[in-house]
C-alpha cells in the first residue's frame, strides 16, 4: 500500500486553489502540518493483516476532514487526496458526484458528534460498491519511487 | 579595490555553499528537484478535479448547498 506525503498534498492544494470556488483554498504554507503529517500517516499505521486498501483509503478520507489541518477546504482537500491514493494503489473511483459531497458532509456531521469509527465504516462501503480495478497502471519503476519516498515520509519527522 | 570585493563575494558564496550543505532534512523541493510524489499528484490532482468538478465546487460554498 502507498500512502501520500505532504509534497503531494502540497501540489493538491495548489491544483485547487487554481480551481475557482466561493471559499477560498489556503496556501501550503498556512496549514497545520503536524495535524495533516498525523491525518496522512495514521490510517497506514494501524493493524490492518489484510492489507485493505480500501479501508485505509476510507480511513485516510475522514481523517483529513476531521483533523481541520486547513482554515477552510478540508472536504475538497479529502476529495482529492481520496482520488489520488486510490488510483496510487490501482483504483478507480466511479461514485457519482452527489453521493461524494453527501458522504464528505456525513463524514463531518458524524465526527463532530463523536461518531467517528461510524463515519469510517459509511466511507468504506462507499468504496467497496464504487471502485473498481483500474485498467492503467502506473510504470513499475515510478511507483518504486513512489513508494520510497512514502516510506521515507512514515519515517521521518521532516514537515517541509 | 577591485580584487578586494571579488574575494569578498567568493568567500561569502562558500560560506553560504557550506550552510546550505549542512541544514539536516533539507527537503528536495528547496534544491529545485520535484519528487515523484509531487509529479503523481499534480497529474492526479487535475483528473480529480475534472471528475468531480461539481462536487468540489459544492463544498467549496458554491450554489450555496450543504449552507
Not at chain 1, 495514521?42 to 489484510?50: D, I, M, V
Request: net charge positive; charged share 25%; glycine share 4%.
Amino acid at each position: 500500500m502507498i500512502g501520500l506525503t505532504l509534497d503531494s498534498v502540497r501540489e493538491h492544494l495548489i491544483s485547487l486553489s487554481q480551481a475557482q470556488y466561493d471559499e477560498p483554498v489556503p496556501a501550503f504554507e498556512t496549514i497545520n502540518k503536524h495535524k495533516l503529517a498525523s491525518a496522512l500517516k495514521s490510517p497506514f499505521l494501524r493493524e490492518n493483516p489484510e492489507r485493505n486498501i480500501l479501508l485505509t483509503s476510507a480511513r485516510l478520507f475522514c481523517q483529513i476532514i476531521e483533523s481541520h489541518c486547513a482554515a477552510n477546504a478540508n472536504k475538497r482537500l479529502a476529495v482529492v487526496c481520496l482520488f489520488s491514493v486510490l488510483e496510487l494503489n490501482g483504483y478507480e473511483l466511479n461514485v457519482a458526484g452527489v453521493r461524494l459531497y453527501a458522504v464528505a458532509m456525513a463524514v463531518t456531521w458524524l465526527s463532530k458528534y463523536g461518531l467517528f469509527e461510524k463515519a469510517i465504516e459509511e466511507v468504506y462501503e462507499l468504496l467497496k460498491n464504487e471502485t473498481e480495478k483500474s485498467k492503467t497502471k502506473p510504470d513499475s519503476q515510478f511507483l518504486l519511487k513512489l513508494e520510497e519516498e512514502f516510506v521515507m515520509f512514515m519515517q521521518g519527522n521532516d514537515l517541509g | 579595490m577591485f580584487s578586494r570585493n571579488l574575494s569578498q563575494s567568493t568567500r561569502s558564496a562558500s560560506t553560504l555553499d557550506k550552510t546550505v550543505k549542512n541544514v539536516p532534512n533539507a527537503s528536495n523541493r528547496k534544491v529545485g528537484k520535484i519528487s515523484a510524489q509531487a509529479t503523481f499528484a499534480r497529474a492526479s490532482s487535475q483528473r480529480a478535479i475534472k471528475k468531480y468538478a461539481n462536487t468540489l465546487r459544492w463544498l467549496g460554498g458554491g450554489d450555496r448547498m450543504g449552507r
